[in-house]
């Protein structure tokens, strides 16, 4: 409530007579304890999990538009390197338009972070399955469109365009549909990257197909994805599946998660899988403790970790070949 009276207060000051954004701060803390081994650094650390801070709004323009922004930047409480300073990194933020045409927003926008979540049970946390989902893609995008159509019954399509900004081959685009209805999540994502956007010069593109399924419960979520010239190295061509699910266990949920990805390059045997497991607890109905251990084991040229992506402490990637693994006691508080 408070929130909400000092935004209307801000809101008020700066916005013409007439006219009243209704605007929210909204966030989210998340720290862990963690103990983290890459087979030759092994180290304990507190760790600020993707936490961020975001102003958010919108105004009915009263003629069949609304207009909408979302500020977003992520925060951190230790020196895990999760964000350059206690203010650090833009997450997604934008400047919007919605009507009878769908939604329109530009800005700094979602790439992989559109699918590596689809099948995603540990999420920010040690065991991650973008640590190996969304290695081909950036997580976000700057100079970005992103174009929702109009809702197809329980079907939504949505596409991206990120602009060249003076950088002949420097664009990408992204196309994503998605299902929902009777428990059932459905997704197909395709993302591709220019040429000046690709580490090794060639263009590289991702397909992503998932499914989930809510049962009562608990829940199972598949996800197979490939990755087409990977890091802009020709025939570098990469399958990765994720399959995990989760089950209601006293007042929380058990959830087991495997992830494999095989080799990149042909012979370069730089695959590797991992295991994760953990327990989420709801202490309020915006707050959870959980505790989590993943563990991954790399081919002789792999060096996959399971601390990566959302979560934000890492003693590094392992030496070729070499296993990693992490145990993590959290808490996550939604506001």
Known sequence: MKRKLIAVAVSAALLPMGVMADIDIYGKVH??????????TSSTYLSSNSSRLGVKGSTDFENGLTGMFQLEGGISMSDDGSADTRWGTTRDSYLGLKGGFGTLLAGRLPAANQYVYDANLFADQVGDAGTFTGTAMPGRVNDALHYVLPAFGSATIALTHKFEQGTEDGSANGARVTFNAAGVDLGLTYFALGDALAAGGTPE?????????????GSVKAMGVQNTNEGGVDDGDRTIMTLGAGFNAGSGTAKIQYTTADEGVKNSDDGATMIAVGYDYPLYKNTIVYVSYATVDNDDGGTYHPFNWGHGASPGAPAAGDKASGISIGMVYDF
């Open 205 to 217: 593109s991702v397909i992503a197909v998932s499914a989930g399924y809510d049962f009562g419960m």
């Open 31 to 40: 720290l862990s304890a963690d103990s983290l081994d890459n087979d030759t």
